[in-house]
């Protein structure tokens, strides 16, 4: 890899590390790069669009044409550009949130998503971690990883509320049940207020490359309509599982 190439990447990354907007002296200390090179590099990345000098002319930071560029390239990927059409048409018939995340990490990370119709929603952007173990679209994605990661995760499990699952052991029963039923569904366990549904997207291979889940707020979402919703996953994510390959 060209130095040049390898210098800019490693200032990116420090930048999109920072806190805040950082100095030109502060990145030349971090990186081991004199200071001519930085200002040349940042000159670079400015006039490209990827960072912007503050107003007081002396700290810069990245702009968003690199989370732009990131979520095109995710929405490129077999599984969203499957799963969008779905997640449309799940949206508008239940006039609630559906999102599609997948396991990153020890974390269920969304990767797409379409917004409620409704004032009243959940917020979760595009990018955001959930606790894999707190909710039923983590349990979905967590119910089918490897018996050592599911260990782990059962292991380090701690209640966010006083509601739903509060033991290791409900927590294995559950994911259990979730084999068992292909979905999933839960109220209040993530955050008060918030509840959703469930099930787990398979890829040509037969193994679950993510999760399709529909949320919303608890007072819309009733025992009866989270079964509901239950039903609607179970659908979507065979469709989207079909789509990729998958005749199981």
């Not at 000159?43 to 990245?62: I, M, N, P, S």
């Not at 739903?164 to 409900?170: A, K, N, V």
């Not at 084999?179 to 890829?203: F, K, T």
């Amino acid at each position: 890899m060209s130095v040049t190439v390898e210098k800019a990447l490693q200032l990116i990354e420090a930048l999109a590390g920072a806190n805040g907007p950082v100095g030109v002296s502060q990145l030349g200390r971090e990186l081991q790069i004199n200071k001519s090179t930085v200002y040349r590099l940042l000159d670079t990345l400015v006039r490209h669009g990827y960072a912007k000098q503050e107003e007081d002319g002396v700290r810069y930071a990245l702009t968003v044409k690199l989370w732009e560029m990131g979520i095109g390239v995710v929405r490129g990927l077999s599984l969203p550009r499957a799963a969008r059409p779905m997640l449309e048409q799940a949206a508008e018939e239940t006039g609630e949130t559906t999102m599609l995340a997948v396991v990153e990490g020890r974390d269920a990370l969304i990767i797409d998503k379409v917004d409620s119709r409704h004032p009243l929603q959940i917020f979760s952007p595009l990018g955001a971690r959930l606790p894999i173990s707190n909710s039923a679209m983590g349990r979905v994605l967590l119910a089918y990883q490897s018996a050592e990661f599911i260990e782990a995760a059962v292991e380090a499990f701690v209640p966010r509320t006083e509601f739903g699952i509060q033991t290791p052991e409900q927590l294995r029963k559950d994911l259990e049940r979730i084999r068992l039923e292909e979905a999933s569904h839960s109220c209040d366990e993530w955050q008060i207020g918030i509840a959703g549904a469930a099930a787990p997207v398979r890829d040509a291979t037969g193994m679950v490359a993510g999760a399709f889940c529909i949320t919303g707020p608890t007072a819309r979402l009733c025992e009866d309509k989270l079964k509901e919703l239950r039903m609607r996953c179970q659908m979507a994510s065979r469709t989207i599982s079909q789509m990729l390959g998958y005749s199981g």
